[in-house]
C-alpha cells in the first residue's frame, strides 16, 4: 500500500534535486505534501512543488490553507513517511535540540513516535564534519525514528570536492520504498 509522504525543504541549493523526488513518488502513486522553509523559497518557488504534487505546499504555522486546520497537527496526522531533503545544519540542529520555530520543526516535533523521519543532508563538507553537527546527527541516530541517509562525496555548491553533496533522489526514493513496506 502506498503511503503518506511528507516532505520538508529547507535552503539549501540542492533543493531543485527533489523535483526529481517527488516526480518519482508521484509516478509510483505515493501521495505527496510538501512544507517548505522561508530560506527555502528563496532558491525554488512554491509553486514548482505545488504543480508536481498536485497539493498545496505548506510555508507558515500562521497561515492555514484552511482556516479550521491546525496545520502542524494536521500534516503530522497525515505523513505516515517524513523525509527532510535537503537538510540544513540548522533544521537538523534545531531538530536534535528539540527547538519548534518554524512549520516545518514544529511537523516533525508534533510527527507521532512511530512515523519516521528520513533526513538527508546537504551541506559543506566542513559543516558537515563540524564536531556540533556530527553529535547532533548521532543524537538523532540514537533515536528509532529518525534514519539518516548519510550526504555523498562529490562537487559542492562552493566548487569544491568533498563530502557533503544530497544523496541521489533515485537513493533517496528507494529507502522512502524501503521504509514503506515495514
Known sequence: MKKNILIGIC???ASYKICELVRLLI???FKVKVMMTESATKFITPLVFQT???NPVYLDMFCSIKKENIEHINLSDWAQICVIAPATANTISKIACGISDNLLTTVVCAL??????LIAPA???NMWKNPIIKANIAKLKKLKKYIILDPVKGRLACGKYGDGRLAEPIDIYKKIRELSFK
Open 123 to 125: 551541506m559543506n563538507e
Open 112 to 117: 507521532s513516535e512511530n512515523i519516521p523521519v
Open 27 to 29: 509516478k509510483d502513486d
Open 11 to 13: 535552503g539549501g541549493i
Open 52 to 54: 508536481l504534487s498536485g
